[in-house]
Each structure stands twice: as C-alpha cells, then as structure tokens.
T-cell receptor, first 114, second 109 residues
Framework: DTEVTQTPKHLVMGMTNKKSLKCEQH?????MYWYKQKAKKPPELMFV???????INESVPSRFSPECPNSSLLNLHLHALQPEDSALYLC?????????????FGSGTQLSVL | GQNIDQPTEMTATEGAIVQINCTYQ??????LFWYQQHAGEAPTFLSY????GLEEKGRFSSFLSRSKGYSYLLLKELQMKDSASYLC??????????FGTGTRLTIIP
C-alpha cells in the first residue's frame, strides 16, 4: 500500500461549524504533514508530525488544530474558520523525518468556508 | 526562507520537447525535487537530484548543477496529459522543504 488517503474529498462549512479532516497511511512512514494550497499557488506547510509528536507549527492560527492519534493517522480539526481559509488541504507522509525526504501526498480535501 | 524561482507559465506543442528551469540559493542546499500536479489533484513525485548531472526516467529527465544553483526538468515526446503544474522544491540545512511557485505547463495540439 503506497497511498495516503484523505477524507472527505470535498467539504463545505460555515464559519461557526466544527469539522475534521482525516488522513491515513499504512507505509510505516514516521513523518506526516499538513499543507494548505490556494489556487495557482504552491503548497504551504502548516504542521509536521515526527514520530507522532508535533515538530513544526508554521505559525498557523489556533482555529486549525492538528492531532496525531497514532503513527498511521493524522487529523486536522477545524473551528470558526474564515472564508479566506478556503483552499485545498493536502496531507503528506515521508519515510523519515529529514528535510530531504520524498513526500507522498494524499489527494487532498477541497474546503470551502461560507 | 530560501528563494526558489521558476517560470510561472509555459506552453509547448504535443510531441515536442520542453525544458522547465528552476534556480535556487545554494547555501545549505540538500537536494532538489520535482513534483507534477494536475489541477485539483495531489502533487506526485517525479525526481530527486542531489549530485550534479542528468537523471533520466523515460520521457522525463532532471538535471542539477549545484555550483550554479540550477536545475531543469526536461519533458520529451509531450502528450496532452502532461499539461499540469511542475513544482520545483528543495530543503536547505535542517529547514523544511520549500516549494517554488510552480510552472503551469499547457500542451497544445
């Protein structure tokens, strides 16, 4: 299994809603990532988990809350989002935790905040 | 962060060859990735260069010159399905992977 699986594929939410994005990999990868990508822009790193511990938070607003329940799962909890948070949210994983590791991306969740 | 520069858009003809360039700051350079991303889909890995020279994988080749801070992705025998964004990415020192702005490649018949 060489896939990173993300659910849901599409999500529409209001500014008062609470929702969660889910990501799963069964490749035994030790690092997992959340990226945000706006249209026609490159992915921007949000969070990195290394061995199930949060190692990087790129000054992301607290309305985004990551969680890594175990080595295969990564969640992103969303609360009180703003319309400008609408974007493609990509999960990725890598075998190791070094900066030059190849990333395996999920297909993303297209989020629209109304 | 480190600057990675690549052209924003390119157009090429089906069956032809296209070269997408990428330049980066050389300080602390670890290696350079190329990813392909179709609209609305996840980026997929194409190549990784850490040593100088050309690496070929079928229709795609990637070149690196560490001393010049320069890489290119060469696509041969272009097909319509090659229309996508091509992202150059690298890490510097122990910092996170940094993506370039991406090159949107359009293939025309």
């Amino acid at each position: 299994d060489t896939e990173v699986t993300q659910t849901p594929k599409h999500l529409v939410m209001g500014m008062t809603n609470k929702k969660s994005l889910k990501c799963e990999q069964h490749m035994g990868h030790r690092a997992m990532y959340w990226y945000k990508q706006k249209a026609k822009k490159p992915p921007e790193l949000m969070f990195v988990y290394s061995y199930e511990k949060l190692s990087i938070n790129e000054s992301v607003p607290s309305r985004f809350s990551p969680e890594c329940p175990n080595s295969s799962l990564l969640n992103l909890h969303l609360h009180a989002l703003q319309p400008e948070d609408s974007a493609l949210y990509l999960c990725a994983s890598s075998q190791g935790v070094m900066a030059n590791e190849k990333l395996f991306f999920g297909s993303g969740t297209q989020l629209s905040v109304l | 962060g480190q600057n990675i520069d690549q052209p924003t858009e390119m157009t090429a003809t089906e069956g032809a060859i296209v070269q997408i360039n990428c330049t980066y700051q050389t300080s602390g350079f670890n290696g350079l990735f190329w990813y392909q991303q179709h609209a609305g889909e996840a980026p997929t890995f194409l190549s990784y260069n850490v040593l100088d020279g050309l690496e070929e994988k079928g229709r795609f080749s990637s070149f690196l010159s560490r001393s010049k801070g320069y890489s290119y992705l060469l696509l041969k025998e272009l097909q319509m399905k090659d229309s996508a964004s091509y992202l150059c990415a690298s890490s510097f020192g122990n910092e996170k992977l940094t993506f370039g702005t991406g090159t949107r490649l359009t293939i025309i018949p």
